[in-house]
């Protein structure tokens, strides 16, 4: 099996990858843009051979390089990058070079609009918010005195919470379509909710292989108001987004592939919607959770959900058992504006082992991640609220000053 990855360079984890696809005994080939002698060594044993390009932003430039691999080592049996960011590229490469393993082009459409993707939550019978496109400032209006304020808007097509505005009154109507974008817009109806993903590694009858879920604020006001950011994966997923979940996957026709689904839990009641704990559909990702939620997964579930999933690609299987060590798993990104009561030495030393990873995170997500991380993984809820509090707890006096960057350690 030839396996083209597209930037397993980054995130840093993402050799992994490629690591579970090589020991199953893919052929696995790099695309990115990073020089050779400067990736990982753990990346470098487990690519065949690697293809620089002067950036991945270029497809012309990734497309020679897919034909290259193609002449060199023959057919080309998967590409994926994993990565939001590129889901079209991937899609419209899978097209060019008849690589039948995931969407092409015609299918991507409905796995990035977020208004495409509203037929397959009602075909799955999982409620969803009433949206409209904005176009106009009378269709705006329209809309939102169905619905009343506040209102989201947010991109057509886009990753994360990049230009996404929450709308209270009409001044912020008017200040929205002074500022916006080009780009396709649409506008929903506010829910009061938890952001929560099912994630799930699925096989080419759409049948799951492993499933888990995580639990976070809405990432629209972390990177807008900068606040810190805290998620955790529980042990277990709730029976109802477990529901709700798989009939999501069964509506998309999702095949052979590791899903990032996010749902609202609401914590108001909503007409229409439902009642307050009940699971709601956001959007779908036909990849991953970004950053370190994979390794976040492997934690909570004492298991190696990289493995799991080149397992799906090479065997189209589990071959992992379940194992029966299941805890909290918690992810604190502190910001560096803000002072802490309690130093990183006091951190490790007050947790140990449960500190799982501790470091900078890249600048490039440091703007919904914060600047530096703290993943921890606690036996019950209680001692996982404890650890929030002890990482978060902050001097009275906030500072804008400069953060000591000193490398920490990740603990065994």
């Known amino acids: 099996m030839n396996f083209i990855f597209i930037s397993p360079q980054f995130p840093r984890t993402y050799w992994n990858w490629c690591d579970r696809l090589k020991k199953n005994g893919a052929n696995v080939l790099g695309i990115g843009d990073t020089p050779y002698d400067e990736l990982q060594p753990e990346l470098k044993q487990c690519l065949t051979e690697y293809y620089k390009v002067g950036t991945l932003e270029d497809y012309d430039q990734v497309f020679r390089a897919v034909a290259f691999f193609s002449f060199k080592y023959g057919k080309i049996h998967w590409l994926e990058s994993n990565n939001e960011y590129w889901l079209e590229h991937d899609a419209m490469l899978r097209t060019d070079f008849n690589i039948l393993s995931g969407p092409d082009i015609d299918e991507i459409e409905a796995y990035r609009s977020k208004s495409a993707m509203k037929p397959y939550y009602?075909?799955?019978?999982?409620?969803?918010?009433?949206?409209?496109?904005?176009?106009?400032?009378?269709?705006?209006?329209?809309?939102?005195?169905?619905?009343?304020?506040?209102?989201?808007?947010?991109?057509?097509?886009?990753?994360?919470?990049?230009?996404?505005?929450?709308?209270?009154?009409?001044?912020?109507?008017?200040?929205?379509?002074?500022?916006?974008?080009?780009?396709?817009?649409?506008?929903?109806?506010?829910?009061?909710?938890?952001?929560?993903?099912?994630?799930?590694?699925?096989?080419?009858?759409?049948?799951?292989?492993?499933e888990s879920m995580s639990i976070s604020p809405p990432i629209m006001d972390i990177v807008n108001d900068q606040t810190e950011l805290v998620f955790y994966v529980p042990p277990s997923v709730e029976p109802q987004l477990q529901e709700r979940g798989r009939a999501t996957v069964k509506s998309f026709g999702v095949k052979s592939r590791f899903v990032h689904m996010e749902f609202f839990k609401l914590t108001k009641a909503k007409k229409g919607l439902g009642k307050v704990g009940d699971f709601v559909g956001l959007e779908v990702n036909m990849r991953p959770g970004g950053g370190y939620m994979p390794d976040m997964m492997d934690f909570a579930h004492s298991t190696d959900v990289y493995q799991l999933w080149a397992d799906m690609i090479t065997f189209d299987e589990r071959r992992l058992p379940e194992h029966p060590d299941q805890q909290y798993c918690v992810f604190f990104g502190q910001r560096d504006r803000f002072t802490y009561a309690h130093s990183r030495e006091e951190i490790l030393a007050r947790y140990g082992d449960r500190i799982k990873m501790c470091e900078r995170m890249p600048e490039i997500l440091s703007g919904a991640m914060g600047n530096q991380m703290y993943t921890a993984i606690l036996p019950t809820k209680e001692a996982m609220d404890e650890f929030v509090a002890y990482v978060g707890a902050k001097d009275e006096i906030d500072y804008d000053g400069a953060y000591e960057q000193e490398e920490c350690h990740q603990a065994d």
């Open 122 to 210: 009602a075909r799955a019978k999982v409620p969803t918010a009433r949206q409209a496109p904005v176009t106009t400032l009378e269709e705006a209006e329209a809309f939102i005195k169905k619905v009343g304020y506040p209102v989201i808007v947010k991109p057509e097509y886009g990753v994360g919470a990049a230009a996404t505005w929450r709308l209270e009154n009409e001044e912020d109507l008017a200040a929205f379509f002074a500022e916006k974008p080009e780009d396709s817009y649409v506008m929903e109806e506010y829910v009061s909710g938890w952001i929560c993903s099912y994630d799930a590694i699925v096989d080419s009858h759409s049948d799951v292989l492993f």
